[in-house]
Nanobody, 122 residues
Framework: VQLQAYGGGLVQAGDSLRLSCTASERTPSDYAMGWFRQAPGKGREFVAAVSWSGYKTYYADSVKGRFTISRDNAKNTMYLQMNSLKPGDTAVYYC????????????????WGQGTLVTVSS
């Protein structure tokens, strides 16, 4: 499975942005998907994850209440709606997929996309 993340860009603090991640083929029915990010000079950190059904979602505390993860299996696509963006959200955002084994916040994902850059100016 190949993942393609897109939708990043330069926005101002308080703005919204939606990231998308499209898979080259339908992911297996026991595969969750997630978003991670890596800020300049920092390690990769978990942002959000969603179960294959879309009914279960998980968020990092830093984005809870501002970001919403979702997926449309008919389109092989996952989304990350980001609202009330802050300069601290500036990072390269990566999408990933793995078997739905908790905790999904672990970076041990099987498939990774190439990343899309989000820059939030103050």
């Amino acid at each position: 499975v190949q993942l393609q993340a897109y939708g990043g860009g330069l926005v101002q603090a308080g703005d919204s942005l939606r990231l998308s991640c499209t898979a080259s083929e339908r992911t297996p029915s026991d595969y969750a998907m997630g978003w991670f990010r890596q800020a300049p000079g920092k390690g990769r950190e978990f942002v959000a994850a969603v179960s294959w059904s879309g009914y279960k979602t998980y968020y990092a505390d830093s984005v809870k209440g501002r970001f919403t993860i979702s997926r449309d299996n008919a389109k092989n696509t996952m989304y990350l709606q980001m609202n009330s963006l802050k300069p601290g959200d500036t990072a390269v955002y990566y999408c990933a997929a793995r078997r739905e084994v908790l905790p999904l916040s672990s970076a041990e994902y099987e498939y990774w996309g190439q990343g899309t850059l989000v820059t939030v100016s103050s």
